[in-house]
């Protein structure tokens, strides 16, 4: 039996299919940028990368529950 993913992980599969990256992609595009504003974070990925808004903000709150451990 496999475990339904919940939180911003559920976004992965979309996020990969979408833009063409794996999420380790996305999560090295940020990780210099951690200590910044989540929403500022969110900001680059669009502006940057063109990501969706959902998707952006699912790469950031996921490295930065990780980062808080």
Do not use: C
């Given at each position: 039996?496999?475990?339904?993913?919940?939180g911003?992980?559920?976004?992965?599969p979309?996020?990969?299919?979408?833009?063409?990256?794996?999420?380790?992609?996305?999560?090295a595009?940020?990780?210099?940028?951690l200590?910044?504003?989540?929403?500022?974070?969110?900001g680059?990925?669009?502006?940057?990368?063109?990501?969706?808004?959902?998707h952006?903000?699912?790469?950031?709150?996921?490295q930065l529950?990780?980062?808080?451990?």
């Open positions: 039996m496999t475990e339904t993913v919940k911003p992980a559920s976004y992965f979309s996020i990969e299919k979408t833009y063409g990256q794996p999420v380790g992609h996305w999560f595009q940020i990780a210099g940028m200590d910044q504003p989540h929403m500022q974070i969110v680059f990925l669009k502006e940057t990368h063109g990501l969706g808004h959902g952006a903000n699912a790469i950031v709150a996921h529950a990780a980062r808080k451990g």
